[in-house]
């Protein structure tokens, strides 16, 4: 029996990513992913006749260009594509467009707001700063306060300098900002209800919260920090669909000698003397290890792969109560023909970007407050996007790939598990509400493919369906994420790690965390880090 160096639980993004720097810093790395193909959440298959989905993930922003240079991955065949902008859909029949360009939405807003035109500039000036504040800390360890060793004295010295750099004028609206609600924050700059809607929706994107509820305001912040081709706050379709990322990751990984086992599902890490050796797959085989890393979140990690008393008993109580919270769902669907929204002026660009119709930030509570009553939202919040518009590779000429992000969908359905009638019943709701907007649009559709958090759970391994493997809330954030005294991606088991989302600086295909872990990993080795973009820390 073949022995590896280190074992990576899934083949999602940040367990290739983690997998690609360790292979390269010469250790010999082993993949095993439960489904027939690598990729996780960031996966694009072929469904229906000649049309590809990105099943899960659907746009690319926040990965690091950083790990984008190291791996090489455009050389592997990763191509970004970045989109202009795209619209709000206003039940009056009219739309609001936005646009990459800061002066051409800055000129949208005056359509509606001359006030709001003027807001806008202060308003991404002060988001601007709190990304600057912010980005540095992504591809660094979060430093542990109770800690007196040197690593974690030079980092938290590190954030002393930077909150030092801030006047106290700054330093008030940064710890406001971090803790209210994105409803309140665009408040504090805006008049016009479609204006705050359309700049809310990135503060509940994958949260169980609501655009009134503290905390949302960060959340902005995380898909604001966006960056394709060095533009901050710009998005992108992978040309190929979200698949294209993970393939070049995998394509990188085995360049550099590494192996990959698909369908090989983990049973249990095995453990020996506290010690990680391996895991164990559902079939009986075991792959052995010095090392393991898990890009599982850390419920399914520590409450399913360990057996608990291999555990700390306060650590095992913090697992369990680690919030996941799902509040997700996804729609794709294979098209025959362009769909027609005739608010929108014949050949504007906005059908090629992100297309909303939600209209008002209390329509977007209202749709929260169905899923705290345990129901999917009779009006959703949809993030509905055409790739095939920018990218002729996913759907034959004539044909179009549309996905549609969903808020808000409970885990239960009013405390029961998904039947598949609701889930049926969920896709109605979302394809009614389109249709509202898109006269015809039922007429165009040849395939469905439907995903609520027991899907997501099921066929993906995200606990409860939380598409960021725990909610990016101030408690769950730096040393807090996922466990306090265990967030630098080691556990209480020697030669255990995370390096998934749950871990710092959490969800999103970012490939951080991946970044992160392979960095502590080295260092617990005495290994040089010579391959890796010198963003990790200072120490």
Known sequence: ????????????????????????????????????????????????????????????????????????????GLQIVAYEGGAVLTRDGGYLSSYRDHHRHRREFARYSARDAEAYDRYARDVTRQCRFIQPLLMRTAPDPFSLRPRDIGELLFLARKVGDMSAAEFSRTTRFWTMSISDFLDEYFETEVIKAYLAISGIIGTALGPMSPGTAYVLLHHYMGEVDGSVGAWGYARGGMGAITQALSASFQAAGGDIRTGAEVDSVIIRNGEAEGVALANGDEVRGRLVLSNADVK???????????????????????????????????????????????????????????????????????????????????????????????????????????QYCPPKVEGRDWTDADRDAFAETVISQIADYSPGFRDRILHMEVRTPRELEAEVGLTEGNIFQGELTFDQLLFNRPVPGYAQYRSPVKGLYLCG????????????????????????????????????DIL
């Open 1 to 76: 029996m073949k022995k590896y160096d280190v074992v990576v639980i899934g083949g999602g993004h940040n367990g290739l990513v983690a997998a690609c720097y360790l292979q390269r810093a010469g250790l010999q790395v082993a993949v095993v992913e439960k489904n027939d193909w690598v990729g996780g959440a960031a996966t694009s298959r072929k469904l229906a006749d000649e049309v590809f989905y990105s099943n899960c993930s659907y746009v690319c922003s926040l990965f690091r260009p950083e790990i984008m240079r190291d791996l090489e991955l455009p050389r592997f």
């Open 300 to 406: 399914r990690t520590f409450l399913k792969l360990v057996d608990e008393k291999q555990l700390p008993e306060r650590f095992v109580h913090r697992v369990k109560h680690f919030k996941m919270r799902g509040s997700s769902g996804k729609v794709n669907i294979a098209l025959d023909g362009l769909p027609d929204f005739p608010a929108l002026p014949p050949g504007c660009h906005s059908i090629k970007g992100d297309l909303h119709f939600t209209d008002t930030v209390e329509r977007i509570e209202r749709a929260y407050d169905d899923w705290k009553d345990g129901r999917w939202s009779a009006d959703p919040f949809l993030d509905a996007m055409i790739p095939t518009t920018l990218d002729p590779t996913m759907a034959p000429p004539g044909k179009h790939f549309m996905s549609c992000f969903v």
């Open 501 to 536: 989302s749950s871990t710092h600086p959490g969800g999103g295909v970012m490939g951080a965390p991946g970044y992160n872990a392979a960095a502590e990993v080295l260092r617990d080795l005495k290994l040089p880090r010579t391959h890796m973009s010198p963003a990790h």
